[in-house]
């Protein structure tokens, strides 16, 4: 055999393994790489309730973290309280959480909570209707606009909002009337919304409000006969529609904004 093919070939072998080493570090960073979001969680073991607080973008490792989580408490996992504050985030990985959620509602019950002053935007409110119980202080802040992607025109974008509205919005019971009056709101400008905007609008995203210490106490139990009590409690004693003023702030965790400022595009 020559020696020009023996270097060759002793060269050949030499970049594979090179290129394998560097492959190898590669994923080992991507596997190291931090959460995009925040969380934080508690776990009653005496009833089987998890909380789960989710702060932060919809973004890589959302939903291999709750895929894990869930797993880590197994048969002894009954109820998931998910509490959400988000700005939205990525399409994909929104539907990847969705995916881990519908299994999980296959054998627990799910509720999804966005209290007064947080941010439930964009993908993050597919994630919210999710819930068996939906429930959102009258001051939380919502945002709605069209899905957003590079090189894609501006009715692929409509095509693709109509799709998510259709995959994630209908099945949840939202209302179809309400939906179609704000497809040309979105196309224009983001809509800006109240949770209280919502309620009072019967749109069927949020099945409770959140407004006194109790309900909120409430929400965090997981606890449905504590909550319907303080409901009624309420209804009781004073306006339902009553609720604040002012409007969102996309910044999550700080949903308060002078009402003066919304653009008009966000009235329905």
Known sequence: MRLSTLANRAALAVAIAIAAVVLIGANKASAEEPMAGNASLEFNDKDGMLNIEWSGPIARGMADYLRSTFATYGAGLHRVILILDSAGGQVEEGDRVIHVLDELKQTRRLVTVVEDD??????????????????????????????????????????????????????????????????????????????????????????????TSTEQGAARSGDAAKLEAARRRRSNSRDPDARCCGAPNQRAGNARRDRASRPRADRV
Not at 139 to 157: M, N, R
Not at 187 to 196: I, S
Request: glycine share 10%; proline share 5%.
């Open 118 to 211: 947080k941010l439930c935007a964009s993908m993050c409110i597919p994630i919210f209707l999710q819930g068996n119980d939906r429930l959102a202080g009258r001051a939380s802040g919502w945002i709605f606009h069209e899905v957003t992607g590079p090189g894609a025109d501006k009715k692929e974008l409509k095509q693709q909002t109509l799709q998510l509205l259709d995959r994630y919005y209908a099945p949840a019971g939202v209302s179809a009337d309400w939906i179609k009056r704000i497809i040309p709101i979105i196309e224009r400008a983001k809509l800006w919304q109240y949770g209280g905007d919502l309620i009072k609008a019967n749109t069927g995203i949020v099945m409770h409000p959140l407004e």
